[in-house]
């Protein structure tokens, strides 16, 4: 049975902004046929961008705190929920992810999902067709 896994894609700063209009497009070309390799496996539950503006908040003692996200940092720039066999077959999935080609920068990290909790047993909502694993 497969199991769940997200792959979490960064970069430093704008690392496509050295890219060409064409190479820009290749990349994107690219990714287009990475996705499509994974569906036609069995592999893709969702894949997108993230845009480089946000924030996070956080808890304090007195409050809410909130800063902005440094887009000329390391940041988050898309993820893959996908589903593998093992972290294996997920580490060779995210191997083949075209950032590696176009941004010397970039990395994935690569997390397992929890889907369920062990002593209560309560089953995380499945996303891809909104209803509960039985």
Not at 6 to 13: D, K
């Amino acid at each position: 049975m497969k199991r769940e896994f997200m792959l979490y894609i960064r970069n430093a700063g704008d690392a496509k902004a050295a890219l060409s209009p064409e190479e820009h497009l290749a990349f994107i070309k690219k990714c287009e046929v990475y996705i499509g390799k994974l569906k036609a496996g069995g592999n893709l539950i969702a894949a997108q961008p993230i845009v480089r503006e946000g924030l996070v908040i956080s808890k304090k003692a007195n409050g809410w705190d909130s800063k902005q996200i440094d887009p000329n940092k390391e940041v988050q720039v898309g993820y893959y929920h996908l589903l593998a066999e093992n972290i294996d077959e997920a580490i060779a999935l995210a191997k083949e992810n075209p950032e590696f080609e176009y941004v010397s920068s970039a990395s994935i990290e690569i997390r397992p999902i929890k889907t369920k909790e062990e002593k209560t047993n309560f089953v995380y909502q499945n996303e891809v067709n909104n209803s509960y694993r039985k």
